[in-house]
C-alpha cells in the first residue's frame, strides 16, 4: 500500500476578481479552487520498484534489440558467402569461356594463313578428291519386295 503523505499546496497563484471578465475575454479561464487538496506522493519504495519496472524494461528492449541485431549479421554473412560462391563459379565459367575463345582465335588464325588450306585439309581427312562422287549406301528396307 502507498504511504500517503501531506505537502503544502502549491503557492496561490493571480486571481481575477471580476469572474464576468473573464468569461467575456477568454471562457476557457477557470478561477483556481480556494479549498487546498492533498497531495498524494508515492514512497520511495514504490519510487524504487517502478524504477526497477522501467530498468527491467529497458534492458529487455536492449536484449531485444541485440538478438534482432544478431539475427541480421547472420543472415548478411551468409548470404555474403552464397555471393561469393556465386562469384567463384562465374569465374570459373568465364575463364572456361576465355580458354575456348583463345584457342579458337589460335585456331581461325591459322586457318587463314599463307598455308591455312593445307592446315583445313590436313585435319578434314574425310574430303572427296576433285572429280569425284560421293556414294551412300542405305541397308536395304525390310518392307520392300526383293
Same mark, same amino acid.
Do not use: C, Y
Given at each position: 500500500?502507498?504511504?500517503?503523505?501531506?505537502?503544502?499546496?502549491?503557492?496561490?497563484?493571480?486571481?481575477?476578481?471580476?469572474?464576468?471578465?473573464?468569461?467575456?475575454?477568454?471562457?476557457?479561464?477557470?478561477?483556481?479552487?480556494?479549498?487546498?487538496?492533498?497531495?498524494?506522493?508515492?514512497?520511495?519504495?514504490?519510487?524504487?520498484?517502478?524504477?526497477?519496472?522501467?530498468?527491467?524494461?529497458?534492458?529487455?528492449?536492449?536484449?531485444?534489440?541485440?538478438? %534482432?541485431?544478431?539475427?541480421? %549479421?547472420?543472415?548478411?554473412?551468409?548470404?555474403?558467402?552464397?555471393?561469393?560462391?556465386?562469384?567463384?563459379?562465374?569465374?570459373?565459367?568465364?575463364?572456361?569461356?576465355?580458354?575456348?575463345?583463345?584457342?579458337?582465335?589460335?585456331?581461325?588464325? +591459322?586457318?587463314?594463313?599463307?598455308?591455312?588450306?593445307?592446315?583445313?585439309? +590436313?585435319?578434314?581427312?574425310?574430303?572427296?578428291?576433285?572429280? +569425284?562422287? +560421293?556414294?551412300?549406301? %542405305? !541397308? !536395304?528396307?525390310?518392307?520392300?519386295?526383293?
Amino acid at each position: 500500500m502507498l504511504a500517503v503523505r501531506q505537502v503544502s499546496p502549491p503557492p496561490a497563484r493571480v486571481r481575477v476578481a471580476d469572474r464576468a471578465s473573464l468569461r467575456g475575454e477568454g471562457s476557457h479561464l477557470r478561477p483556481l479552487d480556494s479549498s487546498p487538496s492533498a497531495v498524494v506522493l508515492p514512497s520511495s519504495g514504490a519510487i524504487a520498484r517502478e524504477e526497477m519496472a522501467f530498468a527491467g524494461l529497458g534492458l529487455a528492449l536492449k536484449i531485444a534489440g541485440l538478438l %534482432l541485431a544478431l539475427v541480421t %549479421l547472420t543472415k548478411l554473412a551468409l548470404a555474403h558467402q552464397q555471393r561469393l560462391e556465386r562469384h567463384g563459379e562465374i569465374q570459373a565459367v568465364l575463364q572456361l569461356q576465355l580458354d575456348r575463345l583463345t584457342r579458337q582465335k589460335r585456331e581461325l588464325d +591459322r586457318l587463314f594463313s599463307s598455308d591455312g588450306h593445307q592446315v583445313l585439309f +590436313r585435319r578434314e581427312e574425310q574430303w572427296i578428291a576433285p572429280n +569425284r562422287r +560421293r556414294i551412300i549406301w %542405305l !541397308p !536395304p528396307d525390310s518392307s520392300s519386295p526383293p
